[in-house]
């Protein structure tokens, strides 16, 4: 082969690596998040989302209530109520497993409530589905069975 070929090859490698990691570091961002508007105002799908997140057999571990928080310190923002959720029959399956407890600092499940300057409310949440996957076994199979349940709870309150 001709040292002219060998080096169009390479360049192209290095090029479409580059390519692909600039895309890549852009999109990772918005697949890794997911954000729905609210059929509700915000106290009202606040009100739901606790509601049916304890029918779903789920337990708000806290409620950090950003608003307040920042007034407190002499920020003024509008509604902003972060959940911290578990379900013990899933976090008890990654818990129990020394090798599985990595994700730990995922834990608990964190579903965030907002108002943005449209007047409109929205949830936000991290595509546990897609972060499970890289670790494949018991933890993806538990965090894929998580993510179903408080997907369909948030479905309730969502457009």
């Known amino acids: 082969m001709n040292t002219k070929v060998i080096l169009t090859a390479v360049g192209g490698l290095v090029v479409g690596a ?3 990691g600039i895309i890549g570091f852009y999109s990772l961002p918005g697949m890794m998040m997911m954000e729905d508007e609210s059929r509700y ?19 708000v571990v806290v409620t950090h209530d950003m608003q307040e ?8 923002v509008i509604g902003v109520k972060i959940f911290e959720l578990c379900s013990s029959r899933y976090s008890a399956e990654i818990l129990k497993l020394d090798d599985e407890r990595i994700v730990t600092p995922m834990m608990p499940c964190r579903i965030a409530i907002y108002e943005k300057s449209d007047g409109k409310t929205y949830v936000a949440r991290m595509d546990s589905q897609l972060m499970a996957k890289p670790f494949g076994g018991v933890i993806n199979d538990v965090m894929q069975k998580a993510a179903a349940e408080m ?5 309730q309150v969502i457009r």
């Open 151 to 155: 997907e369909a709870v948030v479905a």
């Open 41 to 59: 105002d915000f106290e009202t799908t606040v009100q739901i989302f606790e509601e049916k997140t304890l029918e779903a057999g789920w337990s």
């Open 18 to 20: 580059i390519l692909t």
């Open 69 to 76: 928080i920042l007034q407190g310190h002499g920020h003024d």
